[in-house]
């Protein structure tokens, strides 16, 4: 039996710590944008934003790097 899918550049791993930080992000968030204005919900949303945006630039590598290796095999 094969694969449901071959991940030679660990994308699935990128993408489920990616919806892990947005999950992380919308409680901080919620708790900034609630009455009691958490101001330091609103500095770790931040941090979490930046870890976002270095994560989706190399998921984006990774996913061009996997188009390349599959575009390469055929």
């Not at 489920?16 to 770790?44: C, G, H, W």
């Amino acid at each position: 039996m094969q694969p449901l899918f071959y991940d030679e550049f660990n994308i699935d791993e990128q993408f489920q710590k990616m919806k892990k930080l947005v999950a992380a992000l919308e409680k901080d968030v919620y708790k900034f944008i609630s009455p009691t204005k958490n101001k330091q919900a609103a500095i770790r949303a931040r941090k979490k934003l930046g870890e976002m945006k270095e994560l989706s630039a190399e998921l984006r590598k990774s996913i061009s790097k996997q188009r390349q290796h599959n575009d390469s095999e055929y």
